[in-house]
Nanobody, 121 residues
Framework: QVQLVESGGGLVQPGGSLRLSCAAS????????MDWYRQAPGKQRELVAS???????NYADSVKGRFTISRDNAKNTGYLQMNSLKPEDTAVYYC???????????????WGQGTQVTVSS
């Protein structure tokens, strides 16, 4: 009964900024790693950024220095701050979280529905 809901996507000009949010809800015992992926039309889904429960982060080379991943554990919410956006950043962005629910012994990956980010002048 765990659900991830993404928000914050939209249309932005090159050089602009957006902040994506991913809110987890339901019978959650623990949230471990949280990740952001993106997929452009005709392209493979790629990992953009990840963050562990302790705050360690990793980024794809293509976004390093421009994107920042963070999380608010009290709100069960993850964020992706995107600055200096380029047209090549245009994609559907998906959040992913490894979660242990109240009804399961195992850690299971959950996915959001995706949010469209379009960078265009």
């Amino acid at each position: 009964q765990v659900q991830l809901v993404e928000s914050g996507g939209g249309l932005v000009q090159p050089g602009g900024s957006l902040r994506l949010s991913c809110a987890a809800s339901g019978s959650i015992r623990s949230i471990y790693s949280m990740d952001w992926y993106r997929q452009a039309p005709g392209k493979q889904r790629e990992l953009v950024a990840s963050i562990t429960s302790s705050g360690n982060t990793n980024y794809a080379d293509s976004v390093k220095g421009r994107f920042t991943i963070s999380r608010d554990n009290a709100k069960n919410t993850g964020y992706l701050q995107m600055n200096s956006l380029k047209p090549e950043d245009t994609a559907v962005y998906y959040c992913n979280a490894d979660i242990k629910s109240e009804s399961s012994w195992s850690i299971v990956p959950y996915w959001g529905q995706g949010t469209q980010v379009t960078v265009s002048s």
